[in-house]
């Protein structure tokens, strides 16, 4: 192989926190038999169909949410965003540490695959103002994020959620009342 796929390798794998996919080294060419050298000679791991991680990178503790999003952009996927519970963890809005990432996709997008066993795949058609950008990840904003734990029955930690992020600053009052007259909303029609 090569030296010369090291230098373009390391700079796409520092600009995505450590991975690499198959379509990003192909824009910088680097075949696809180039990356399975490389996981031969152990420079990267494939963690999942069409992604790769360096394998001397830290992994940061978004490490698993841009596994997630790199696996679903993969092969010219559909758009995504971390949602749910997940989004709370990228905003630092709760001290749980998941097992599973939720991700969500629009309604009319079809996979080829499987997603790997700890992605949940959730389906919706996301606006531009429900999404948001936190280091680097597409992330549904705290108000999507809100009324999609309410509407998943996860009330309680809804109601932490909006409660932090009014502390926190990451909505203000106004928005705030607003959201919980949309849960509240959500509650009666669930028991209706």
């Known amino acids: ?22 379509a990003l080294a192909e824009q910088a060419g680097i075949s696809r038999r180039a990356l399975l050298g490389m996981v031969e000679r ?3 791991e494939r ?10 990178a830290m992994p940061s503790r978004l490490a698993p949410f841009q596994e997630a999003v790199h696996w679903a952009s993969s ?6 965003a971390i949602s749910h519970d997940s989004a709370l963890v990228v905003f630092g809005l709760t001290d749980a540490n998941p097992s599973s990432v939720h991700l969500t996709i629009a309604k009319s997008s079809r ?23 936190v280091d680097g990840l ?5 108000p999507r994020t809100v009324v999609d734990l ?21 909505i203000n009052g106004g928005e705030a ?16």
């Open 42 to 44: 152990v420079l990267l």
């Open 111 to 133: 996979f080829r695959r499987e997603p790997p066993n700890r992605l949940i795949i959730h389906r919706a058609d996301l606006s531009p103002d429900d999404v948001a950008e």
């Open 1 to 22: 192989m090569p030296r010369t796929f090291i230098d373009p390798l390391l700079e796409l794998a520092t600009d995505h926190g450590g991975y690499v996919t198959t």
């Open 150 to 170: 309410a509407e998943a029955g996860s009330l309680r930690f809804a109601r932490e959620a909006l409660t932090k992020a009014r502390k926190e600053g990451h």
């Open 177 to 192: 009342a607003k959201l919980l007259v949309k849960i509240d909303d959500i509650v009666h029609a669930k028991t209706q």
């Open 47 to 56: 963690v999942s169909r069409g992604v790769y991680r360096l394998r001397h």
């Open 138 to 142: 597409p992330v549904t904003t705290v």
């Open 75 to 80: 092969h010219r996927g559909p758009r995504c």
